[in-house]
């Protein structure tokens, strides 16, 4: 992705650039790693006030039935996920994963529940493979399209209740992962109140063609500032959130993920539709069972990041591997660094000492529970 000519452009990226934006190549994307202040202001600024993400580059689906009714898309996409769907409410969004035959994680998702249709977004990487994948599972029942004309923003931190009331005052009357339709300056956005910085927050889709100007009408308030993706990966790494291709992928399961919580009841063994997705009988028995190793939060001592691909070992002298880091940075609000890996189901107890390797040395790491902060999302 070196060439930036062949790089795709958010409908927001001629903002990014007046802002003084540090642009790079994402996902096929030409996008903000950071503005003027740096990463380490920005993530600040958003846990204690209100940052503003362009998150444009992801996909967002529509799944709606043929038949014209909600459950039969539900019962549809339940085919694909280990997630109740048919229980989602009208206007309430629920965390989901794409699974594999083998039991592995495809992409991480969000489905809501939009009265006549299902409203999905997908990671940025995995758009394009997401959607062969409905199209390809879902097309004889079901109308699969990509929303090629919106753009998706993300207003992330204590303050952002507020900033977005100037331009709509029933925000306050949302609770996390409701989702509504509401007018943005006489503009009809599809804002859900959900992120992924550990803050309360909202996430906005908007026509492509009105997007700057609404960014602009936020940024325009004195608590919100522009923020870029350095700062996002930092504040959902404090906030022990997983990102598709680091923390989980198909070799992953849900439950070595640490990410059985998203799989209601209904889906489980006795539910009431139990099964039925890719790799259920492995996911099902994990569930049982356990699984032989897990996704922790890890502590390192001392100042010193440890990075992604780190190995982990048992002892200092790097005799007995366990795993390794799948991500490792400096977290700003905790004042240390921060990271997360697998590691043997005898070593995942929060407390426990293991060892990772940095340059040659093995450094000492202590298992942490996640997340690394309070999140305060608005219940």
Known sequence: MADTAALQVTPLHSLHLSLGARMVPFAGYDMPVQYPAGVMKEHLHTRASAGLFDVSHMGQVIVKAKSGKLEDAALALEKLVPVDILGLKEGRQRY???????????????????????????????????????????????????????ALIALQGPRAEAVLAELWAGVSGMKFMDVREVPLLDVPCIVSRS???????????????????????????????????????????????????????????????????????????GGDRAGGFPGAERILGELTNGTSRRRVGLKPEGKAPVRGHAKLFADAEGKTELGEVTSGGFGPTVEGPVAMGYVPQDFAAPGTEIFAEVRGKYLPVTVAALPFITPTYKR
Not at 136 to 149: F, I, M, P, Q
Not at 230 to 235: I, N, Y
């Open 96 to 150: 989901g994963f794409f699974t594999d035959e083998t039991g592995g994680i495809l992409d991480d998702l969000m489905i809501t529940n939009r009265g006549d249709h299902l409203f999905v977004v997908v990671n940025a990487a995995c758009k394009d493979a997401d959607l062969s994948h409905m199209k390809a599972h879902l097309s004889d029942t079901c109308d699969v399209t990509l929303l090629e004309d919106r």
């Open 195 to 269: 992120g992924y910085s550990g803050e309360d927050g909202f996430e906005i889709s908007i026509p492509s063609d009105k997007a700057e100007t609404i960014a602009r009408a936020l940024l325009e308030h004195p608590d919100c500032e522009p923020i870029g993706l350095g700062a996002r990966d930092s504040l959902r790494l404090e906030a022990g959130l997983c990102l598709y291709g680091n923390d989980i992928d198909t070799t992953t399961s849900p439950i070595e993920a640490s990410l059985e919580w998203a799989i209601q009841k209904a889906r489980r063994t």
